[in-house]
Nanobody, 121 residues
């Protein structure tokens, strides 16, 4: 599967962005999906994951209540709605996919290119 992330940009603190990840090359519903991020000088970290049909989701604590992960298997698309953004959310965001395993894990097999999110006034 090939993954293409988009939607990053510059936003002020408190603002919102919606990231999208479009998949191609295979049946999208076969994959567990996730968003990761890597801030400058830091390791890449799991942000949110979603199960094959979207029934289960998982978030890291710093984004709970602010970020919402979703997917539309009819459009081969996964989204990350990010609200009340903070400067510490600044990072390159990556979408990732795998066939099976726990949502919250670093072991994803397929990766898209990153999209940069900058939260700054």
């Amino acid at each position: 599967v090939q993954l293409q992330a988009s939607g990053g940009g510059l936003v002020q603190p408190g603002g919102s962005l919606r990231l999208s990840c479009v998949a191609s090359g295979d049946t999208f519903s076969r994959y567990i999906m996730a968003w990761f991020r890597q801030a400058p000088g830091k390791e890449r970290e799991f942000v949110a994951g979603i199960s094959w049909r979207g029934g289960n989701t998982n978030y890291i604590d710093p984004v709970k209540g602010r970020f919402t992960i979703s997917r539309d298997n009819t459009k081969n698309t996964m989204n990350l709605q990010m609200n009340n953004l903070k400067p510490e959310d600044t990072a390159v965001y990556y979408c990732a996919a795998k066939f099976t395993g726990p949502l919250r894990s670093a072991t994803y097999n397929y990766w898209g290119q990153g999209t940069l999110v900058t939260v700054s006034s």
